[in-house]
């Protein structure tokens, strides 16, 4: 089965909290994904390969380790996920963007697919996709469905709250797929929002609601 790694770390739980506060605004809660999702990054990259290098310090020769030119890609999950984007690429700045737009339908929850544009040479990227929320996995589901169709074989989700039933999605559709999630939530309501969650994560991202 595919490794959940869910944080403990006390920044990513305080940051967590104040984006829960619905008194929280949108240019604040905007500003917390992009924190919340760089040292979430921090640990999803953690597997990187390095490779020895020589490098001249003003004192002497070092033996040093750099990364060994993997190819990334950050792929957001339109709209809430493009909230991640900007911070990832802080730390992971010659990472391509792909984009998968997909809204859920307020009926049926099933994730409707309205964009897609993945860089040329995504097949040869090691793929996270991003998207602050993952109730029932749907959406998700599909965007990993849509990446492994190009023939991506190593593909991450990062998400800030996850529902039980989302990340158990995920776990049987694609045990290959490692999960990262900053918090891991109680249960999905009537309307498939997480319980406590933090509501409409695209709305209160972009201020539409
Ligand atoms: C939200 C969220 C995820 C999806 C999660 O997007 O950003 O993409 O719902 O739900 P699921 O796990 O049940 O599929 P939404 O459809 O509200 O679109 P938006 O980002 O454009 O607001
Ligand atoms: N999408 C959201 O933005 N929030 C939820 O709680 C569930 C799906």
Redesign the pocket.
Known sequence: MNKVTVFDHPLIQHKVTVMRDKETSSKEFRELVGEVAQLMCYEATRDLPLEEVEVETPVATAKARRISGKKLAVVP?????LGMVDAILTMIPNAKVGHIG???DPET?N?VKYYCKMPKDIAERDVIIV??????????DAAIEFIKEYGCRHIKLMCIIGAPE?VARIRKNHPDVEIFVAALDEYLNDH?YIVPGLG????RIFGTK
């Not at 999950?77 to 996920?81: K, N, Q, S, V, Y």
């Not at 998207?131 to 998700?140: E, H, V």
């Not at 409409?200 to 709305?203: C, E, L, M």
């Open positions: 999950i339109l709209r809430a996920g997909l809204y859920r929850l994730p998207d602050p929320m993952l109730a029932t996995g749907g959406s998700a989302g498939g409409d994560a695209g709305d």
